[in-house]
C-alpha cells in the first residue's frame, strides 16, 4: 500500500477533472502518518482525506518537492 496526492480546482468550480496526481515513495509515510495523524495505512485506507494548506507545505517539505496551492488536495491509500 502506498499513499496518493489527487488535486481539484476549487470545490466551486464546476470542472471536477482531476487536475493533479502523486504516487508518493513508501519511504515516506511513517512520517505522513504522524503529520496528519493517523496511527496507520490501514486507518486511512477509509477514502481520501482533503489536506489543509499547513498540511500541504508541509507535506512538499517532507518529500522535497512543490506541492500546488491552488488547488484542493485529497490524501488516500492505494493498494
Not at 504516487?23 to 504522524?34: A, G, P, T, V
Request: hydrophobic share 40%.
Amino acid at each position: 500500500m502506498y499513499l496518493s496526492i489527487s488535486g481539484f480546482l476549487p470545490a466551486e468550480d464546476e470542472d471536477d477533472s482531476l487536475k493533479f496526481d502523486l504516487d508518493l515513495n513508501e519511504s515516506y509515510n511513517s512520517r505522513i502518518l504522524q503529520l496528519l495523524g493517523h496511527s496507520s495505512l490501514n486507518a486511512m485506507a477509509e477514502g481520501e482525506w482533503l489536506l489543509t494548506k499547513e498540511q500541504v507545505i508541509e507535506l512538499s517539505q517532507i518529500i522535497g518537492e512543490s506541492l500546488p496551492t491552488d488547488l484542493d488536495l485529497y490524501i488516500g491509500v492505494l493498494a
